[in-house]
Each structure stands twice: as C-alpha cells, then as structure tokens.
C-alpha cells in the first residue's frame, strides 16, 4: 500500500472550496479482512486545512483477557485541523500565536506541501480502539484469573501476621 498525499495547492484550487476524497484500501498496522472506506472533505481556511468526513471498517483486534481473535466495528466521524505553516519559525524568533479551544488539537504541517491521508487514517483508527479490548461480555478469559485467584492461597507477609488477631468490631 502507498501513501496517498494530497497536495495543499490542490485543495486551495478545489472547485467549490473543498477537495472530497475517498479512501478505501488496507492500513498498514491495522489488521482487517477488508479495506476500510473513508470520505473525507478537505476545506481551505486560510492558514489551516480542515479534514473532516466519516472513516468505517471492520478491524482484527486480539482480546487482552483470552487473546483471541476478534472483530472490532470501526464507524466514527473525523474531524482534524492542520496548519500550513509551522508554528515556530526555523531562525526561533518566535512564530504565530494561535488560539485553540478546549479538546481543539492542530496539527503542524511544518511547511510541507501535502498531507498524507493514510497517516491521517491510520492514528484516527488506532485512536478509536478501546484502551481494554475485550471480546464480549461471555469473555472466558476472565474466569482465568478468577479461578486462579480463588484456588491459591495468599501467604501474608509475616511482618503483618500480628494484625491478623486485632478486633475491629469492639
């Protein structure tokens, strides 16, 4: 798979403002069975190059409790900013201010000439899997460590033995 680039000077010559741009291939670091679809819209506005459309899938996650191999829905709307030029001059004197609102992320391009789509693509996914993938709730992995936990026998540190005769309840 290659990266798809588009180039800012195409979007800011883009017939009714906008460049759209559909993406339907493989992710390289994402595993799937099919490719994942994108429609994305890249607007000029002035400084910036807003990206916003909707990304959908299906992705091949491994189940942290049982490890097995499962199906995770990929479906979610994308919204990213990016700011044409860096933010900090090269020489360090200093740069453009910006003003960003809560949960409101830039990306620096830096000075570069395009922005990569499949990077854009690929964060955007990694960053909508859970943080704890699990399988189902009917996960068979979590009886594991229940089971184990209940069938062995804590040994208590013997500096602590002595609490073990001290009455709350008095």
Known sequence: MTNILIKIE???KSKGGSLQV???DFIDGVESDEAIKATLELTPLGEFIEVTGHVEGTAI??????????E???NFEIEELFAKKSFIEE???GGQ???LKDGQFVT????NKD???TDLLYQSVILDFPNKKVCGINCKGGDIFIREEASSEKEVDPRLAIFKNINVNK
């Not at 996650?61 to 191999?69: A, I, P, R």
């Open 115 to 117: 922005i990569d789509i």
């Open 61 to 70: 996650l491994e189940c942290d409790l049982c490890l097995e191999k499962f």
């Open 91 to 93: 020489n360090g004197e």
């Open 22 to 24: 559909n993406f339907e």
């Open 10 to 12: 195409d979007i800011e």
């Open 108 to 111: 620096d391009l830096r000075g």
């Open 97 to 99: 201010e910006i003003e």
């Open 72 to 74: 995770y829905e990929i």
